[in-house]
């Protein structure tokens, strides 16, 4: 019997052969994919490049604490050969909550101009926050959609960017990086499945808890909420809990510096200046007007539609995830590493908004106390949404909507600073009579916006600071600054009454003249002159802004 057998096909002849018949529909399939996933990337890029050159491409600065820094930078980088200012300040700089800030304000400033230095730091958390959230996303989760970076970039822009609290965002920025390896140490706890791998991901957690505290304090405060809750809501408990030890030399480090801060204690030379730190609370609709704060900006009422949409999906997505999280999803350490992080975001999530409620609106002289946590809140509800879980719906408006809001928000911020450099006109010509080595009291009756809102005028007294030396009425004297009074300072003989942000009217009999070489008035740019004490002559008017000196004082 003969067995014919037949040879096999030569297998690199059956893949070419194969390849030459699909090779050009594979191609076109990978280049189509490539493309849908390669586009909305450079979307998100256009939209925060627009974002960003808000901070760079107007003169005038709607952002209420940025010329501030900028004024402080200055300062601080000249004080070692400045005899005037050492007259008046002690510069005491050491390591705590806000010296993130402060060294990136003096590297900026080493490579250009005070001005420049604070653009950089207001751009720094509208780059962070939305490259987090991706971050988070991508590593709780394995999304790699842009959704969430234009969801950060929507978030960028709200009531604390204009109110210029750049180190806070930057701050939960970092804090929001290090929630993520966190959870994502939690979750190689529960499974246990190469300790070499959790030993590596514990000393990265070790490693970048002291930079979330460093970046600031409130952001780090947050970060120990939440890791504490996360450690107890699901997977296993005792595992996560072990995990704290990872936090330790950041709590040391947090210690010590309380301590160094104790009580009143202040730099030698300086004046001790003890601040009662008495809380204020806010009434239910001042609360309730909060939650749409963190796209809150402008007067036009976009923004404030914007937030109530993010609200509205992002409550949306919490129902329907929280539901999909109890049914048939697994229990504790069994559940999916997906489930066992939305659980613990949402626990976050929870705490945070029932802190919101209880804390106060300010405590002595730290501001916004509750409305800091509105945004946090928010972002952590929104990554803690599961894809599988939302309606075809939601999961349109996931795909559709961030783009959108980004778009708008970007757009409309540009728009409004445009705006506002008419309502600014006039500041820097009336400034540039104070000359060097004066002393300058602020006093803005009006420092608000009609575009903006917030109180974006009250510290471009500060702006003289990036040119020349002077002293200033109100310069934040604390840790964060790194700038204490000396007992010549006349900025400690104001009266308790003085408040940049809310004047409304000038007591002039309570305020000591003679301390004083000039007085800087804001009003609206159409008001009248203001009433002035007859030992005030009027130095400069441009816009809303006059610049009066004391009569013993020679002209500039």
């Given amino acids: 019997m003969t067995i014919h057998v037949t040879p096999p096909a030569s297998p690199a002849l059956d ?30 890029g256009a939209v925060m490049i627009a974002a960003v050159s808000v901070f ?11 010329p501030a820094h900028a004024g402080l930078i200055a300062m601080r980088h000249r004080f070692e050969t400045s005899a005037f200012e050492q007259r008046f300040y002690v510069l005491a700089p050491h390591i705590g909550p806000y010296s993130l800030f402060r060294f990136l304000g003096e590297a900026f400033v080493r490579v250009s101009s005070p001005i420049d230095a604070v653009r950089a730091l207001g751009t720094l958390p509208v780059l962070a926050t939305p490259l987090a959230m991706l971050f988070a996303r991508r590593r709780l989760y394995g999304d790699t959609s842009p959704a969430f970076g234009f969801l950060g970039v929507a978030l960028s822009f709200g009531i604390m960017t204009l109110l210029g609290f750049a180190s806070y965002l930057l701050g939960v920025a970092v804090m929001l990086v290090g929630l993520t390896l966190w959870l994502d140490l939690l979750t190689a706890a529960d499974d246990a499945v190469d300790v070499r791998a959790l030993r590596r991901r514990e000393l990265v957690v070790t490693a970048f808890a002291p930079l979330m505290f460093v970046a ?20 296993r408990r005792l595992r996560r809990l072990l995990r704290l030890r ?30 009662p730190l008495i809380p204020r609370f806010q009434g239910a609709a001042d609360k309730l007007g909060l939650l749409l704060s963190p796209t809150l900006m402008t007067r036009t009422g976009i923004d404030f539609f914007v937030g109530f949409l993010l609200l509205a ?18 229990r504790g350490a ?22 919101f409620i209880a804390l106060p609106h300010a405590v002595g002289w730290f501001g916004f106390v509750d409305g800091r946590l509105v945004p946090v809140a928010l972002i952590l509800a929104l990554l803690g949404a599961r894809r599988a879980a939302l309606s075809r719906p939601l999961a349109l408006g996931l795909h559709y909507g961030p783009p959108v809001l980004a778009s708008t928000i970007s757009a409309l911020a540009l728009v409004a600073s445009y705006r506002f ?20 009291l602020n006093l803005p009756l009006d420092p608000n916006s009609d575009v903006f809102t917030a109180h974006p005028f009250i510290h471009y007294d500060k702006l003289v600071l990036v040119e020349r030396p002077i002293v200033v009425s109100d310069v934040w004297f ?26 409304k009217v000038i007591d002039w009999p309570a305020y000591h003249l003679e301390d004083w070489d000039y007085v800087l008035i804001r009003t609206r740019p159409n008001a009248t002159e203001p009433h002035t004490p007859d030992r005030l002559e009027l130095e400069e008017h441009h816009g809303g802004w006059w610049l009066f000196r004391r009569a013993e004082v020679k002209g500039s």
């Avoid at 760079?56 to 940025?66: E, G, H, I, R, S």
């Avoid at 309502?423 to 002393?439: D, F, I, M, N, T």
Wanted: net charge positive.
């Fill in 313 to 330: 999906f992002a409550v949306a997505a919490a129902v329907v995830t929280v539901r999909s999280l109890g049914r048939g999803a697994g």
């Fill in 334 to 355: 069994d559940a999916p590493a997906d489930v066992r992080h939305s659980r613990a975001l949402y626990a976050c999530a929870g705490a945070i908004a029932l802190a």
């Fill in 478 to 503: 604390h840790q964060g600054s790194a700038l204490y009074p000396t007992p010549e300072n006349p900025a400690l003989r104001l009266p308790r009454t003085y408040s940049e942000s809310n004047l």
């Fill in 421 to 440: 450099q008419d309502e600014a006109r006039g500041y820097k010509e009336v400034l540039a009579h104070v000359p060097a080595e004066s002393r300058l």
């Fill in 246 to 275: 990872a936090l330790v030399p950041a709590l040391a480090l947090a210690a010590w510096v309380a301590w160094l801060e104790r009580g009143a204690t202040t730099p030698p030379g300086s004046v001790p200046r003890v601040q």
């Fill in 56 to 66: 760079w491409v107007f003169d005038a600065l709607p952002f209420q604490d940025l």
């Fill in 216 to 235: 600031h304090g409130h952001a780090f405060l947050l970060f120990l909420l939440c890791a504490g809750i996360s450690s107890i809501v699901t997977g």
């Fill in 15 to 44: 893949a070419s052969t194969v390849a030459s018949a699909r090779t050009p529909r594979v191609r076109g399939a990978f280049a189509a994919g490539e493309r849908s996933r390669l586009l909305p990337m450079l979307g998100l």
